[in-house]
Each structure stands twice: as structure tokens, then as C-alpha cells.
């Protein structure tokens, strides 16, 4: 079965930390570009950041940039989001989601995506 795990998420507080985790299951990320999404209440689904399959492109959304870091290891078939810095406005579910090809690609729309995750809770609050 094909399907992408996502974990990490918790509650924190305003400046604090967290590190997700997206690890595939059932394929190769190593194939795939991988982007990170978030969906707060009431609000569409909004993508953050994304790596393209070879590493050699990252896309950061400018509500992130200089606090969020992706990341991929692909001898543990797992990508990673390092937030850093964050704020209550954070506060959303975030998804993984991976589409297919090589090369510097970063899809940006969610139709694009072939496979997601099924989401982690990420609360900023005090």
C-alpha cells in the first residue's frame, strides 16, 4: 500500500520549535518531489514549501521564509519540515504530499500531488 505518514506535530509555544516528519511507505521518495501544505479553520489549503525530487530546488511561501526549513533523506525515505520561530498564526494541519518526476520541479498546486498524507496537528499557543 502506498501512503505517506506524517508526524511531529504537537502543541508549542509561541517561539518555540518542530520538526515534522513526512516518511513514505510502499514507494521511493527519492523519485518525487515532496511538498508541505498547511489547512488552518475555515481557511483553503495552502502550500508552504516543497523540494524537488533531486534537492536542487526549494520553495519556501514568504509567511515562512527564514523560519521553515525542508529537508529530504533518502536512504530513510523520509522529508522533513524544521519550523522554527513560530507563531499562533502557524496553527494549522499540515500535510505531505508527493508528486511525481524528476529534476528541479516544485509543484505548487495541489492537483499536481499524487499521493498525501493523512495530516499532523500543529498548535502555537501560550
Known amino acids: 500500500q502506498l501512503q505517506l505518514v506524517e508526524s511531529g506535530g504537537g502543541l508549542v509555544q509561541p517561539g518555540g520549535s518542530l520538526r515534522l516528519s513526512c516518511a513514505a511507505s510502499?514507494?521511493?521518495?527519492?523519485?518525487?518531489?515532496i511538498g508541505w501544505f498547511r489547512q488552518a479553520p475555515g481557511k483553503e489549503r495552502e502550500e508552504v514549501s516543497c523540494?524537488?525530487?533531486?534537492?536542487?530546488?526549494?520553495i519556501y511561501a514568504d509567511s515562512v521564509k527564514g523560519r521553515f526549513t525542508i529537508s529530504r533523506d533518502n536512504a530513510k525515505n523520509t522529508v522533513y519540515l524544521q519550523m522554527n520561530s513560530l507563531k499562533p498564526e502557524d496553527t494549522a494541519i499540515y500535510y505531505c504530499?508527493?508528486?511525481?518526476?524528476?529534476?528541479?520541479?516544485?509543484?505548487?498546486?495541489?492537483?499536481?500531488?499524487?499521493?498525501w498524507g493523512q495530516g499532523t496537528q500543529v498548535t502555537v499557543s501560550s
Open positions: 510502499g514507494f521511493t521518495l527519492e523519485y518525487y518531489a
Open positions: 504530499a508527493a508528486a511525481a518526476g524528476t529534476g528541479i520541479a516544485t509543484p505548487s498546486y495541489l492537483y499536481e500531488y499524487d499521493y
Open positions: 523540494i524537488s525530487s533531486n534537492g536542487g530546488r526549494i
